[in-house]
């Protein structure tokens, strides 16, 4: 069974920036789509983005779109997502999360490992 580590997230000023981690450990990373999803308080768990197993495709919600990067390092097992332009409604726990997909996958039912998360925070 894969497990996933998040880590990166902090207190940040709008416009600022932040790279989030995810390291995988168990399964063969190297075949999983990989997935990063958020969760405000108060709120349903959103997705974000997602990448395929070779890094290759790469999916997004519409409102990340151009400030935030989802790549990996498959010889390291890590996932990455790079925000830029960070905005208070970016303000959630973001959480990593392993699918059953060949495809990126913005649906919460094709991913069957999470992470603990870890809480971003952007002040205005």
């Known amino acids: 069974q894969v497990q996933l580590v998040e880590s990166g997230g902090e207190l940040v000023q709008a416009g600022g920036s932040l790279r989030l981690s995810c390291a995988a450990s168990g399964r063969t990373f190297r075949t999983t789509t990989m997935g990063w999803f958020r969760q405000a308080l108060g709120k349903e768990r959103q997705f974000v983005a997602s990448i395929n197993s070779g890094g290759s495709n790469t999916l997004y919600t519409d409102s990340v779109k151009g400030r935030f990067t989802i790549s990996r390092d498959n010889a390291k097992n890590m996932v990455y997502l790079q925000m830029n332009n960070l905005k208070p409604d970016d303000t959630a726990r973001y959480y990593c999360?392993?699918?059953?997909?060949?495809?990126?996958?913005?649906?919460?039912?094709?991913?069957?490992?999470w992470g603990q998360g870890t809480q971003v925070t952007v002040s205005s």
């Open positions: 999360a392993a699918s059953r997909s060949w495809f990126p996958d913005r649906s919460f039912d094709s991913y069957d490992v």
